[in-house]
T-cell receptor, first 112, second 115 residues
């Protein structure tokens, strides 16, 4: 079951540059998308979300873009900081319930 | 800042034994969830709970699993007869609302090891 897919298992960027994390989905019934960050030995921490009626949502250094026709979303972090180094999960929710379907995660490493 | 807490952080058990994983959701939240992550795999939804009953469950959540809110603060996941493949990180989550603003807040997880 690959309804939500993050094709890049890892990403390395330089401090101060932009990090772009990508996520693809297949289920047209998803109507709400979320990004979570996870540090080792901790639970996922909510970062930012976007409804399917929007194409962009911004919160400080984090911006999520949604392209519904391509069933693709991305998380932009700018400028990237070493403390952003973590595993990032995208998750999607259908319009009939609250369960989240997660992607496999992308490990982001921000080098000083 | 309010947070979801889980106990224990690590549980080791023998195959066939019952385990109970405990969670204290954020106090004003109404929806509660359990997810699990087997090592090297995705985070998977198990069950959601609202108004003292299960509102959704996945195919993973079979008769071996049950959830309960025994009092006003705790939310528990019971596995009746553990199998080796139940070894995973179990995350509890809670949300204030359903629908649009459904940001689910996760606890730190319980690592379950079944021997």
């Amino acid at each position: 079951d690959q309804q939500v897919k993050q094709n890049s298992p890892s990403l390395s960027v330089q401090e101060g540059r932009i990090s772009i994390l990508n996520c693809d989905y297949t289920n047209s019934m998803f109507d709400y998308f979320l990004w979570y960050k996870k540090y080792p030995a901790e639970g996922p921490t909510f970062l930012i979300s976007i409804s399917s009626i929007k194409d962009k949502n911004e919160d400080g250094r984090f911006t999520v873009f949604l392209n519904k026709s391509a069933k693709h979303l991305s998380l932009h972090i700018v400028p990237s900081q070493p403390g952003d180094s973590a595993v990032y999960f995208c998750a999607a929710r259908g319009n009939a319930g609250n369960m989240l379907t997660f992607g496999g995660g992308t490990r982001l490493m921000v080098k000083p | 800042e309010p947070e979801v807490t889980q106990t224990p952080s690590h549980q080791v058990t023998q195959m066939g034994q019952e385990v109970i994983l405990r969670c204290v959701p954020i106090s004003n939240h109404l929806y509660f969830y359990w997810y699990r992550q087997i090592l090297g795999q995705k985070v998977e939804f198990l069950v959601s709970f609202y108004n003292n009953e299960i509102s959704e469950k996945s195919e993973i959540f079979d008769d071996q699993f049950s959830v309960e809110r025994p009092d006003g603060s705790n939310f528990t996941l019971k596995i009746r007869s553990t199998k080796l493949e139940d070894s995973a990180m179990y995350f509890c989550a809670s949300s204030e609302l359903a629908g649009e603003a459904n940001e689910q807040f996760f606890g730190p997880g319980t690592r379950l090891t079944v021997l």
